[in-house]
């Protein structure tokens, strides 16, 4: 089964650091780019960063650029998010997604909750 | 305020045929593919058509995509009540160097 689960997500103070975690299974991981997205709670989706397959191509959305550090382990089928600096507005579910699909993202995780509050 | 423009709400009732729209400019839609995602409640998005107008497997020939000049739409005929969730368009910027989501289309099933 082709599937992707997140961890590391929780509570922590404005200011505070959170280092979000992705494993795959079911899938070559080390063949697609893959992605983190977030949703705030009741609002829409919010593309945060992206890498390519052999780590090569990263990209940041604005919002967290200089913040959020992606990268990934292809021998351990493992996508990370260090995130730093954290403020209230990160507050979100992050989820993350392959790009099996012509720059569409299947299979997603679950996501994983980052409340972000004092 | 996305960069990408999706009405807020649609709706129709069983049977019918839908249509949701997302529009962009020509450092988005007008020169990349379109992907569009189905969001129930509660659930992780899922992706319902990528490149424009494939569809992944498993997603039934009821939703259908298209993309014309700098706007896409996202097709749904034969209107069942499961198909009640959220749906977001998708796009690469060329000019902003990432990914945009539309801001989402709440369908409701009359």
């Known amino acids: 089964e082709v599937q992707l689960v997140e961890s590391g997500g929780g509570l922590v103070k404005p200011g505070g650091s959170l280092r979000l975690s992705c494993a795959a299974s079911g899938f070559t991981f080390s063949d697609y780019s893959m992605n983190w997205v977030r949703q705030a709670p009741g609002k829409g989706l919010e593309w945060v960063s992206s890498?390519?397959?052999?780590?090569?191509?990263?990209f940041y959305a604005d919002s967290v650029k200089g913040r959020f550090t992606i990268s990934r382990d292809n021998a351990k089928n493992s996508l990370f998010l260090q995130m730093n600096s954290l403020r209230s507005e990160d507050t979100a579910v992050y989820y993350c997604a392959s790009e099996r699909y012509v720059e569409g993202f299947d299979p997603w995780g679950q996501g994983t909750l980052v409340t972000v509050s004092s | 305020q996305s960069v990408l423009t999706q009405p807020p709400s649609a709706s129709g009732t069983p049977g019918q045929r839908v249509t949701i729209s997302c529009s962009g400019s020509s450092s988005n839609i007008g020169n990349k593919n379109v992907n569009w995602y189905q969001q129930l409640p509660g659930m992780a998005p899922k992706l319902l058509i990528y490149n424009d107008n494939q569809r992944p497997s498993g997603v039934p020939d009821r939703f259908s995509g298209s993309r014309s000049g700098t706007s896409a739409s996202l097709a749904i005929s034969g209107l069942q009540s499961e198909d009640e969730a959220d749906y977001y368009c998708a796009v690469w910027d060329i000019s902003l160097s990432g990914r945009l989501f539309g801001g989402g289309t709440k369908l409701t099933v009359l």
């Open positions: 890498i390519s397959s052999s780590s090569n191509y990263i």
